[in-house]
């Protein structure tokens, strides 16, 4: 699926997708996003699956405590494709990290076949 389809099924304009691919607004893990790229993602009912990041760190924060002192040294964004080998990034591997602004950040499951 293409980002710009996902970014439209968030509610997301193709003039304003346009105006934040300009701007170097829209990151994936810790890339600037420059143009609309193919993502192999998991799909529920032909739509991008999408996963809320408050909701996903209370999930993953619950399923084990020491996961909380993790994100507090390294952060949440910078434990996307790190080099850092852990539980916690075994984990976050499995999940593609869409930042469109400084406050809108959700997940997409990675696709695996």
């Known amino acids: 699926m293409k980002l710009f389809d996902i970014l439209k099924q ?3 304009f193709s003039n304003d997708i346009k105006v ?3 701007n170097k607004q829209i990151i994936l893990n810790s890339d600037v996003v420059d143009f609309n790229i193919e993502l192999n993602i998991e799909l529920e009912n032909e739509k991008a699956k999408i996963f809320e990041v408050g909701d ?3 999930n993953i924060i ?6 909380s002192d993790q994100f507090m040294i390294f ?3 910078g434990l996307f494709d ?3 080998k852990s539980d916690l990034t ?3 591997d499995q999940f593609i990290l869409i930042k469109t602004s400084r406050k809108e950040i959700f997940l997409l499951k990675k696709k695996y076949e």
Request: charged residues 30%.
């Open 62 to 67: 619950k399923s084990n405590k020491k996961f």
């Open 10 to 12: 968030r509610g997301l």
């Open 20 to 22: 934040r691919i300009k």
């Open 75 to 77: 952060g949440f964004e």
């Open 90 to 92: 075994n984990i976050l």
């Open 56 to 58: 996903f760190i209370f």
């Open 82 to 84: 790190s080099n850092i």
